[in-house]
């Protein structure tokens, strides 16, 4: 059964930081693009960062550039979406995805095949 399940999720103030985890199982990582998506209230869901399937192309939103990292550690079947300079416009539920057709990273939510649950994230003093 495959299964992605976020993690890391919570209360931040502004300027802080949060590490989100993605955990796969029933399928090997490996041959997956993986993305990361946040949809806040009364917001289409949007696309954060990807990352390819070997973890050496990323794709990141305009809006999380050289605040936001994602890695991947394909043998601890583990994608991480490092968070920094956290702002109130960050408030979302993120949720990782699968891409099982895919190569590079990919930002079109249409494109991924397995969907986490999803992980509240909430920027606020």
């Known amino acids: 059964q495959v299964q992605l399940v976020e993690s890391g999720g919570g209360l931040v103030q502004p300027g802080g930081s949060l590490r989100l985890s993605c955990a796969a199982s029933?399928?090997?990582?490996?041959?997956?693009?993986i993305g990361w998506f946040r949809q806040a209230p009364g917001k289409e869901r949007e696309v954060v960062a990807s990352?390819?399937?070997?973890?050496?192309?990323?794709y990141y939103a305009d809006s999380v550039k050289g605040r936001f990292t994602i890695s991947r550690d394909n043998a601890r079947q583990t994608v991480t979406l490092q968070m920094n300079r956290l702002e109130p416009e960050d408030t979302a539920v993120y949720y990782c995805?699968?891409?099982?057709?895919?190569?590079?990273?990919?930002?079109?939510?249409?494109?991924?095949?397995?969907w986490g649950q999803g992980t509240q994230v909430t920027v606020s003093s």
């Open positions: 995805a699968a891409d099982i057709n895919g190569i590079g990273p990919k930002s079109k939510d249409s494109l991924y095949d397995y």
């Open positions: 029933g399928f090997i990582l490996d041959y997956y693009v």
């Open positions: 990352i390819s399937y070997s973890g050496s192309d990323t």
